[in-house]
């Protein structure tokens, strides 16, 4: 029993893998478009222009990311036995992986706050200015 509902699973995370991945050459069936990337580049900067090939490489690299997205979240869901994708597998992928962190999907509850690395050199500015503080 437990060996078709993983080969059931198995079958569906394959097709989604397969049309995510022959989909690429098609304008249609791309999530970022040449003319969403340019309309993106003029929101940051009106005045700035991409080449061609850096247009290229972009859209590559963004189609990239979301096949290996999907592919990892594909499975984090086949290893809790799910026969469909939740967006609980994407989002603990983004954050496990890429470090991000999505507001508005999955739970509402608050995330817990993770602080930045200290340097060396950061420590030895604040001990100077805690001891040029005591002076006062």
Known sequence: ??????????????????????SGGNNENQVLTRSRLQDLV???????????EVEELLLQIAD?????TVNAS??????RQATALDVTDVQMHLERQWNMWIPGFGTDELRP???????EAHKQRMALIRKQMKKF
């Not at 940051?44 to 061609?52: H, I, T």
């Not at 706050?113 to 340097?119: E, H, I």
């Open 42 to 52: 003029r929101e940051v900067d009106p005045n700035e222009q991409l080449d061609e």
């Open 113 to 119: 706050y993770k602080r930045a690395p200290v340097t």
């Open 64 to 68: 990239d990311f979301i096949e290996s």
């Open 1 to 22: 029993m437990s060996q078709n509902a993983s080969g059931s699973s198995s079958t569906n995370y394959s097709n989604a893998q397969n049309s995510s991945s022959t």
């Open 74 to 79: 594909c499975q984090l869901a086949k290893h």
